[in-house]
């Protein structure tokens, strides 16, 4: 833990440079983005912007936050090399304390549009519990599917545009634009093997309540946060021995 | 409390094959031996000093660790360059469990780096690098340092304050210079072909060595 601590404090220096302001921009940029499709979305819709905002803008800062640590894993052992020459430093430390600063920006900023939306008129979400747990759940879901990509892009380096480009055509079937119960019976079956539209759905239901009738499964997002943790934290342990320091 | 190898082999993998660095290196580092350690470029001083050091794990064999061992100091290791001297003392000071600025205070007492402490360490010459990663492993306070080469201090302030704490801790030097393993140490080993000779007399290992 003391390690983790250290390597946020770290990590926020060398990302945001040493003015105060740099970490104003950890809040700016999901916020920004959230407020863009929502008016994207207003301008061609016919539903008002305020249930826009509450479902796009705050389900994109999930998706922002997953492509956030995912596409991030690539970089992580690279750029934190030298920090490897004090043996307390493992590699899943520095990917641990990664995931906890961009977790806790993007809580902070969903907290923000949450209480936006009530003061523009709209209902006090029904479960903040709920929300909140979807969080969690895409926080170690993006950090299992981190390790993993991690570990096999200090074996593979060209891994890493791949990773990139799946996180950008994930997006469609993310669960960000879409109730699962708006879809036709055989493309609910499809959607329902990604683990992120549970997840969705999830916050869809603490945002929503009854409005809509979400459907999800959390046993089957618990496995699939199991298993890729474990192909990822075997995967780094082979590749700490496989690495050399200059 | 000490620092142990049995019977450590490591290998890389090459485009073909495998490299065999070091093949069976053994011995036994007590708490406040100063032991200087004599190879030639490229008899595997660095490999070795890495798996002293702990970050990189032998391809067989064990290694047993009972007293504090610092990181291998030296030119290079263990900086974040963007971050100032500062910045990277607090966080040095943090993952082994001192005061930040208690830390930071020894070091700018010590090192004697002025108004380059604020600035990034990719902006130090080398000089400023070994001073800067000697001060800060100084106010962690070690059982043992581990100081690959660069103790390029000399007969400075800094020098003579850095070798007057030595006297009173362990310290294993991996280096290629005879006089600073005369200077500084009390008993001596030779690696070479891939294996570790302790010499209980300096100028016998010293010998040994001029004739490789």
Redesign the interface.
Known sequence: M??I??LI??EM??RFG?QKFGYLWLFFEPLLLGVMIAVIHNLRGTESIRSNFEFFAIGYILFFKFRGIVNRASSTISSNR????????TLPDLFYARHIIESIACTGVMAVFTIAGVAMGGEFPDSVVKMLSAMMLMFLFAQGLALVVGAATSEWEGLERLVHAMSYLMLPFSGLFFMVEWLPAWMQEVVLWVPTVHIFELLRDGQFGDMYRPIYDLSYVFGWILVSHLIGLTGLRLA???L??? | MSLDLVDVYKSYPMNVGRKHVLRGVTGSFRKGERVGILGRNGTGKSTLVRILGGIEAPTQGTIRRSMSVSWPIGMAAGFQSALSGADNSRFIARIYGKKATETVEFVESFAELGEYLNMPVGTYSSGMRSRLGLAISLAVEFDCFLVDEALAVGDTKFGRAFAARLQRAGLILVTHQPSLVRQLCTRAAVLDQGTLTFYEDIDEALATYNSL
């Open positions: 003391r390690v601590g250290a404090i770290r220096h060398t040493r030298g920090l490897l020459y004090h043996r307390q430093v700490r021995n496989r050399g320091l200059e």
